[in-house]
Every structure is written in structure tokens, then in C-alpha cells.
């Protein structure tokens, strides 16, 4: 049973969503917060699989809440519902933590096969899409020590092979498992066994999160 959490400052749309759940056998709605601050609360005391979370709510923002919510390490992920199809809006979520981006426009069945997909650790972007906004935003990446180091240099790489790293390499540029296994030459069994080592070795929490840091790390340059 997927426990979701639904945060949005609309009650018709909190009362819709919970309905569509609902009518599934393998979810359930935990809670309900009208804003960012109480999707905070309410994450950390019921420790939802996925929230819900809209971007524009008043007080904290469903970005802020993001990152506050990932960044306590819980295994909540978090999918972000808004009707703002924006490219702006994804880059930020996906940079606080999210695991996905949809547009409240979605068919009911995008929505349930998204949530389903980001509570067993897939990402609901596109691969296209994830390099389409890296390379439209990567400007507004830190310009810390980590980007300024080489791949080789940064310590969240060092443990990868270098299979690994040809591998987070094809991920960030847009490449489906199925792709890197016929490119590759490899089974794609073993492309999901690479694939899981790179987000344990990295510390991502999912895929969308192991591109970003290739292009934190300066591995895959924007073209």
C-alpha cells in the first residue's frame, strides 16, 4: 500500500485528488496540508511513500517544502502537482529533491502511474526533459568548490568504475536503460545493477537526482 500525503492550498483539489487515490487498491491519503509549512509537519509525524506538492501555496512554498522535507533523510519522495507548466518550476523542484514534475492537466492514469513510479525510487520527467531543463538552467548551478572541481576531483565520484561513470555520463545526456544497453552492448538487467550502484555509491536518492549532480560535478557539460 502506497501511503500518499496531498499538500495544496485548494480544497477542491485536495478533495479531488484524495478521491482519485482513493478509488485505487494499492494507495491510501494519509493527510492533507493547505501549505508548505504543514506539508513539512505533516511529513516528518506520518512519514508518507510520496507527497503531493503544489508549488504556489501560501507561507512556504511547495519548493522550499520540498527540500526541507527531503533534506531530513526520510524516504519520503516527493511529486510536484502544479499548474504551472513551467520549465522554471521543474528545474527548482527537481533541484530542491523532487523525484517528478507533472501539470495538474495530467490524465488521472499519469498521476497514479507517477506516484507509483516515484514510491518504488523512479522518476516521473522524462529523460529528455531532465537534460532539456539542465541545459536550460544549469547557469543558476552553485558555483562552489564542487563545480569548479573536475569529476575526477569530486568525492562524490571518486568511488564510481569507470563503467559507472560512462554510464551517470549517458544517464545525464538522456539515454533510457534501454538505449545504454543496446549502445553499450550490455544486458539490461546489468544496466539496473550499474544504474542502483551509481545511486548508492552518489548518495542519490533517484535518477533525476544523479543527473543533477553530473551536472554539479562538471561530468556532463550543457550543450
Known amino acids: 500500500m502506497t501511503t500518499v500525503l496531498i499538500a495544496d492550498d485548494q480544497p477542491l483539489q485536495r478533495f479531488g485528488s484524495r478521491m482519485l487515490l482513493e478509488s485505487q487498491d494499492d494507495m491510501t491519503v494519509v493527510g492533507e496540508a493547505a501549505n508548505g509549512s504543514e506539508a513539512v509537519r505533516m511529513a516528518a509525524e506520518l512519514h508518507p511513500d510520496v507527497v503531493l506538492m503544489d508549488i504556489r501555496m501560501p507561507g512556504l512554498d511547495g519548493i522550499e517544502a520540498t527540500h526541507r522535507i527531503t533534506a531530513a ?3 519520503t519522495r516527493i511529486l510536484i502537482v502544479t499548474t504551472f507548466d513551467l520549465d522554471e518550476y521543474a528545474y527548482a523542484g527537481l533541484r530542491a529533491g523532487a523525484s517528478g514534475f507533472l501539470v495538474k492537466d495530467a490524465q488521472p492514469e499519469e498521476l497514479l502511474s507517477g506516484i507509483r513510479a516515484v514510491a518504488t ?3 516521473v520527467v522524462a529523460p ?3 537534460r532539456r531543463l539542465l ?3 544549469v547557469h543558476h548551478l552553485p558555483t562552489g568548490p564542487a563545480t569548479e572541481a ?3 576531483e569530486d568525492p562524490r565520484l571518486a ?4 563503467r559507472e ?3 551517470l555520463t549517458v544517464i545525464a545526456k538522456g539515454w533510457t536503460n534501454t538505449e545504454i544497453a543496446t549502445r553499450l552492448h550490455l544486458a539490461e538487467s546489468t544496466v539496473k545493477t550499474h544504474v542502483g550502484r551509481i545511486l548508492a555509491k552518489t548518495g542519490s536518492r533517484d535518477r533525476i537526482q544523479a543527473v543533477i549532480l553530473a551536472y554539479d560535478t562538471k561530468l556532463v557539460q550543457p550543450s
Do not use: V
Open 73 to 75: 533523510g526520510d524516504r
Open 121 to 123: 525510487g523512479d522518476a
Open 165 to 167: 561513470r560512462e554510464i
Open 150 to 152: 573536475s569529476p575526477h
Open 128 to 130: 529528455s526533459l531532465t
Open 135 to 137: 541545459d536550460a538552467y
Open 159 to 162: 568511488s564510481l568504475t569507470d
